[in-house]
């Protein structure tokens, strides 16, 4: 997704040293939250990946099959670059899910195709946010099975939950922002007239510029908490009128 001009091993040992030196800074608290966060990035990344490699092997492109893609085993989607600027940033990206549209089966135009494929990935962070939000109401709101449990795994696993609910929202709607390499870019792509879409694609290298400078500025936090706060706020709001419909809470 990200092409650096630097040895990709230098990058993942910096990377390393950077999140050593942020555990170290943090101290218990920073390693007790890098083993509570890592799970729901694991999760994230995975499952965003493989959303990708599904949606595009049942438009007809069986790339990311043959690639070893249409799995959901971690170590096939993680980018370890990615993987540790999601834990350390709150931002990151899984290993790039590479398609050929030539192989599609035609039911869609490539445009619309690709940007099925595109989205899936996103859709598929906010189908797992609003499950394990159901899961957190389930053991928190409805019922007292973690009752048994000491106050401490309890906080534990609350914690864990709403990790998870948090990254997965976050990487959804990261990844819809319409600028390259995000997926957002290719969904736009599909709805710009033709004269657009030619524009857009001669000009992706100012765009790339335009998104690094929001990425390393801190604009895109800025930009997005809002965005995140209200998909957040929408999905707590339906889960909560769920339960009080049946009665449950």
């Known amino acids: 997704m990200f092409n650096f001009g630097f040895d990709r091993r230098t990058i993942i040992i910096i990377l390393v040293i950077v999140l050593g030196f942020w555990l170290i800074s943090a101290g218990t608290s920073g390693i007790l939250n890098l083993l509570i966060t890592i799970p729901g990035v694991l999760i994230a990344l995975t499952f965003h ?11 007809g492109d069986e790339t990311p099959r043959l690639q070893g ?3 959901l085993n971690p170590l096939s989607h993680i980018d370890p670059i990615g993987f540790v600027f999601l834990i350390v940033a709150g931002f990151g990206w899984g290993k790039p899910v590479q398609i050929d549209p030539r192989n599609f089966n035609g039911k869609y135009s490539i445009s619309k195709a690709e940007a099925i494929v595109s989205a899936a990935g996103p859709i598929m962070n906010f189908i ?16 007292n099975v973690l009752s048994a ?25 990261f990844n819809l922002i319409p600028l390259p390499p ?9 709805f710009l007239p033709y004269k657009g879409k030619e524009w857009f694609y001669n000009n992706q290298q ?21 965005i995140f706060s209200a998909v957040l706020s929408g999905m707590e709001w339906i889960v909560y009128n769920i339960f009080k419909l049946l009665s449950l809470i």
Not at 52 to 59: S, V
Not at 206 to 226: D, E
């Open 182 to 190: 995000l997926d957002g870019s290719k969904i736009l792509m599909h």
């Open 49 to 59: 990946e493989f959303a990708h490699a599904y949606a595009a092997d049942k438009l």
């Open 69 to 71: 893609r249409l799995n």
């Open 128 to 143: 797992l946010a609003f499950v394990f939000l159901i899961i957190y109401y389930i053991l928190f709101k409805v019922t």
């Open 206 to 226: 100012i765009f790339y510029i335009v998104f690094l400078i929001i990425w390393i500025t801190g604009l895109a936090g800025t930009i997005l908490t809002p």
């Open 149 to 173: 449990l000491s106050v401490a795994w309890q906080s534990i696993i609350y914690q864990l939950l709403l990790t998870i609910i948090s990254i997965n929202v976050g990487l959804g709607v």
